[in-house]
């Protein structure tokens, strides 16, 4: 590893295969003669409804400039990791020889499970929050090194804004942010609020408001000192809350009838998905979520070689061949099939194949899409699963 402050592999050590498992090394001169041309695909051992797939940006990069064939599902693609019969989908699918691509796998399988966990995870509390939004706060809860990542497969899972400076840049919009109660203590709670009520544009002018009082009176107080603002924002720890929604409801109540009903609220403060509805019912406006969404449960991808020199072969408990995933437009049924044959639902005909080729021959084969429009993708397609929950 190179001589660093940080226990953080580097570009070059992630392309050059020292970020990998021993035992890839250790087999690759064992490989390297046989010169072996094989498929290799990448599916989920984990039974899920539907996850948002990222992480292939990454995986794209690391492959590119290496002698192979690559396909994949779409980034922000919200789909189930199994088809209508129950069969697992894969997600990515590489030929050439396996000597370049075995000593990637675990990279491989890094960007694309967590990424995925944090975009999955981010999807869930979109559908929570809408039609309000929700800003992405966690990335002091994991390692700097990847905060870029946390970001991007936040505000791709739905996020409306990101607090992380790096991950902002990525993505390609304006960090957002509030204050901290390090600003109440160290200049005194009404200066502070002073100072961003008139200093900040509109739309950004956000109170904390639980430093050092009653989250009520405290709101009451700030909006009838500061009455431009746009929001309050509560940030309680969980010992002083009580009900945190019946105090948004007092918030709620009190500002209205004081006429400032222009005054939103934004909750924050360890949020999960399961607390959301009940707060936004109570009269929340915005949310702030961290840590349930950039410590989520990694997605459990597996690559496995599945075809050897043309010949379908694989290990027991998976299928071999290679294969494509395809979708009906119309109802919406998936299955998979070998890959060069066309799929036709009984109901509605041919069937759309999913799997789009990313690299060819090394070189990409693709348009890189910025998080924006990946997002849009995966906004709509959550819309869509609510309004089949709805119905």
Same mark, same amino acid.
């Given at each position: 590893?190179?001589?660093?402050?940080?226990?953080?592999?580097?570009?070059?050590?992630?392309?050059?295969?020292?970020?990998?498992?021993?035992?890839?090394?250790?087999?690759?001169?064992?490989?390297?003669?046989?010169?072996?041309?094989?498929?290799?695909?990448?599916?989920?051992?984990?039974?899920?409804?539907?996850?948002?797939?990222?992480?292939?940006?990454?995986?794209?990069?690391?492959?590119?400039?290496?002698?192979?064939?690559?396909?994949?599902?779409?980034?922000?693609?919200?789909?189930?990791?199994?088809?209508?019969?129950?069969?697992?989908?894969?997600?990515?699918?590489?030929?050439g020889n396996y000597s370049e691509i075995m000593e990637?796998?675990?990279?491989?399988?890094?960007?694309?499970?967590?990424?995925?966990?944090?975009?999955?995870?981010?999807?869930?509390?979109?559908?929570?929050?809408?039609?309000?939004?929700?800003?992405?706060?966690?990335?002091?809860?994991m390692h700097p090194g990847i905060s870029p990542m946390? +970001?991007?497969?936040?505000?791709?899972?739905?996020? !409306?804004? #990101? &607090? %992380?400076? @790096?991950?902002?840049?990525? /993505?390609?919009?304006?960090?957002?942010?509030?204050?901290?109660?390090?600003?109440?203590?160290?200049?005194?709670?009404?200066?502070?609020?002073?100072?961003?009520?008139?200093?900040?544009?509109?739309?950004?002018?956000?109170?904390?408001?639980?430093?050092?009082?009653?989250?009520?009176?405290?709101?009451?107080?700030?909006?009838?000192?500061?009455?431009?603002?746009?929001?309050?924002?509560?940030?309680?720890?969980?010992?002083?809350?009580?009900?945190?929604?019946?105090?948004?409801?007092?918030?709620?109540?009190?500002? +209205?009838?004081?006429?400032?009903?222009?005054?939103? !609220?934004? #909750? &924050? %403060?360890? @949020?999960?998905?399961?607390? /959301?509805?009940?707060?936004?019912?109570?009269?929340?406006?915005?949310?702030?979520?961290?840590?349930?969404?950039?410590?989520?449960?990694?997605?459990d991808f597996a690559m496995d070689i599945v075809e050897?020199?043309?010949?379908?072969?694989?290990?027991?408990?998976?299928?071999?061949?290679?294969?494509?995933?395809?979708?009906?437009?119309?109802?919406?049924?998936?299955?998979?099939?070998?890959?060069?044959?066309?799929?036709?639902?009984?109901?509605?005909?041919?069937?759309?194949?999913?799997?789009?080729?990313?690299?060819?021959?090394?070189?990409?084969?693709?348009?890189?899409?910025?998080?924006?429009?990946?997002?849009?993708?995966?906004?709509?397609?959550?819309?869509?699963?609510?309004?089949?929950?709805?119905?």
């Amino acid at each position: 590893m190179s001589e660093g402050k940080f226990f953080i592999a580097t570009e070059k050590e992630i392309i050059d295969g020292k970020a990998s498992d021993v035992y890839f090394s250790r087999t690759l001169n064992l490989v390297l003669p046989e010169k072996k041309m094989v498929v290799a695909e990448i599916t989920s051992s984990v039974i899920e409804e539907w996850i948002n797939f990222t992480g292939l940006e990454e995986v794209t990069n690391l492959l590119e400039g290496r002698n192979i064939d690559v396909w994949a599902i779409p980034e922000g693609t919200l789909i189930g990791t199994r088809d209508s019969r129950g069969r697992s989908i894969p997600f990515i699918v590489m030929k050439g020889n396996y000597s370049e691509i075995m000593e990637l796998e675990t990279s491989i399988l890094g960007f694309i499970c967590q990424s995925s966990g944090i975009s999955t995870e981010a999807s869930k509390v979109y559908m929570a929050c809408h039609p309000k939004p929700f800003v992405s706060f966690g990335i002091r809860r994991m390692h700097p090194g990847i905060s870029p990542m946390i +970001d991007r497969a936040a505000y791709i899972g739905g996020a !409306i804004g #990101v &607090s %992380g400076i @790096l991950g902002a840049e990525v /993505i390609g919009i304006e960090p957002t942010g509030t204050m901290p109660h390090s600003v109440a203590l160290l200049m005194g709670e009404e200066k502070a609020w002073e100072y961003i009520a008139n200093n900040f544009p509109p739309g950004t002018r956000t109170l904390l408001i639980d430093t050092f009082g009653d989250e009520k009176f405290k709101a009451i107080e700030a909006a009838e000192k500061f009455p431009q603002i746009d929001y309050i924002r509560i940030d309680t720890p969980s010992s002083r809350r009580g009900n945190f929604p019946q105090i948004v409801r007092e918030i709620r109540w009190e500002l +209205d009838i004081r006429g400032f009903t222009n005054i939103k !609220i934004m #909750v &924050s %403060g360890g @949020l999960k998905k399961d607390q /959301i509805q009940e707060l936004k019912d109570a009269g929340v406006d915005s949310f702030g979520v961290g840590t349930s969404i950039a410590s989520a449960r990694s997605i459990d991808f597996a690559m496995d070689i599945v075809e050897i020199d043309g010949i379908p072969s694989t290990k027991r408990g998976k299928l071999s061949g290679m294969k494509n995933v395809f979708r009906c437009e119309t109802c919406g049924f998936i299955t998979i099939g070998l890959f060069n044959e066309k799929q036709v639902c009984k109901d509605h005909g041919e069937m759309k194949p999913l799997l789009e080729q990313v690299i060819h021959n090394g070189k990409r084969s693709s348009k890189k899409l910025n998080a924006g429009k990946i997002r849009e993708r995966s906004v709509n397609m959550a819309k869509e699963l609510m309004s089949q929950f709805k119905e």
